[in-house]
Each structure stands twice: as C-alpha cells, then as structure tokens.
C-alpha cells in the first residue's frame, strides 16, 4: 500500500519480480544484481523495464499520475514526517508513475534529497515541466545500466549500516 495526494492510501500495482514473502520482516530491502529472491521470470520482466507497467491501471483509476513524486509506503510516510516534518508536503500532489526525484536523483539519494527534489518539482509545476521529465525518464529507460538497481556491495553496505560504500 501506497500513499498519494492527501495521505489517501491505494494499492499499488506491480508484477511481482521476487519471490513470495521476500520482505517477511515488513521491511523493505534493495535488490542487488544478482539477488536470490529475484525469479527467472522477475528478472526478464526487471530487463525488459515492464515492472511498473501496471500503474497505468493506478493512472487510469485516478489514483497516481504520469508525473509526480513516487508514492511512498505508508510506513515510510509516517517515518520521514516525523524525521523530516516538511515531508508531509509531498501528499499535496498526486503520486507519480515518474517524478523529479527519480529522474534527477539515484537509487543511493537518500529521504532528504529526494524530498528537496519533489518539493522543487511541485513548487515548480507547470506542464512544461512535466513534458521534460517524461522526455528524461524515455532516455533513461533506453539505458539499461541506469535501471539495474544496487550492486552487492551496495547492498551489504546498506544491510551493515556501513559507511564504507555508500549505495
């Protein structure tokens, strides 16, 4: 479950990449390149960039847009507004299928950075704007190493809460 515009919370449609039960903790972890609980099927669809593809559904039901900040988990919601209390403005929009942040963030941009990147998108809002960040998430998708997600290192860092590497 997602949160979008208003703190409303929807489903959000994915396929499924990974196997059943690969957060049974509730937590969310990254995904490395080479992860276990990817599928063969997971990693076909995670090539082919189709994995989101079912937000289209979300768009068309009225519950995301084409553009905007992503939506978040409800519990991160409610853990980066008591971190970071300006991040409540980030429900004044409706989530996005794409946004700012992912276009002008990365994967390692942690919860702060991405705030200040949404808050500039929807500070910023025009239609212009929006036509750029599709253009630039067209010309991410054609570049596969800008969607292959965290190598391992990256991931054991972040799992160890080593500062060494940072993701």
């Known amino acids: 479950e997602r949160c979008t ?3 409303k919370v ?24 080479h992860d276990d609980r990817i599928t063969k099927v997971g990693a076909f669809i995670r090539r082919t960039r189709i994995d989101e593809l079912p937000q289209l559904i979300n768009i068309l039901k009225g519950e995301m847009s084409i553009v905007g900040p992503r939506p978040e988990r409800v ?21 996005g299928l794409t946004g700012y942040a992912q276009v002008y ?25 929006d036509l750029q960040i599709i253009f630039e998430t067209v010309k ?13 290192e990256q991931v054991r860092a972040m799992q160890d809460g080593s500062t060494k590497e940072k993701p």
């Open 10 to 33: 929807f489903r959000i449609l994915k396929f499924r990449s990974m196997i059943v039960d690969a957060e049974k903790d509730g937590r969310p972890h990254p995904a490395g390149g």
């Open 75 to 95: 519990e991160h919601v409610q853990l980066y507004t008591e971190e970071i209390p300006e991040f409540h403005m980030r429900l004044k929009m409706k989530g």
């Open 140 to 152: 991410i998708l054609c570049h596969r190493e800008s969607t292959e997600g965290f190598s391992e």
């Open 105 to 129: 963030g990365k994967y390692n941009t942690d919860a702060l950075d991405k705030l200040k990147l949404d808050l500039y998108y929807i500070l910023n809002y025009s239609f212009l704007l």
């Open 5 to 7: 515009e208003g703190g």
